[in-house]
């Protein structure tokens, strides 16, 4: 059984880098053919993908967002991150990370999100 956990701080200062991390257990990151993907949810809104850190290594981040963020892992611990640089009232939202299963089109496996607030 995949588990996923995001871990990080709940509040960040306006124009500060909000940093991220997801603990993979019950499967590695370098498994071919899993993309490990984060996504938000703004309160009142609905699910935007931020980006992903492909089993191979090369991370991809949403056009909105590209510019902010930096996806990155650490095979070691099992686990990837997310830094969001400069963030504003906009970036308040939940943050979840979850397993892509590249050959079925699918998020398979979630975590259950952490809620991240502008302060």
């Known amino acids: 059984q995949v588990q996923l956990q995001e871990s990080g701080p709940g509040l960040v200062k306006p124009s500060q880098t909000l940093s991220l991390t997801c603990t993979v257990s019950?499967?590695?990151?370098?498994?071919?053919?899993?993309?490990w993907t984060w996504i938000r949810q703004p309160p009142g809104k609905g699910l935007e993908w931020i980006g992903y850190i492909g089993y191979f290594g090369g991370a991809y981040g949403s056009p909105s967002l590209k510019s902010r963020t930096a996806i990155s892992r650490d095979t070691s611990k099992n686990q990837f991150t997310l830094q969001l640089r400069s963030v504003t009232p906009e970036d308040t939202a939940v943050y979840y990370c979850?397993?892509?299963?590249?050959?079925?089109?699918?998020?398979?496996?979630w975590g259950q999100g952490t809620q991240v607030t502008e302060s």
């Open positions: 979850a397993r892509r299963d590249d050959r079925a089109g699918i998020y398979d496996y």
């Open positions: 019950g499967g590695s990151i370098t498994t071919t053919y899993y993309s």
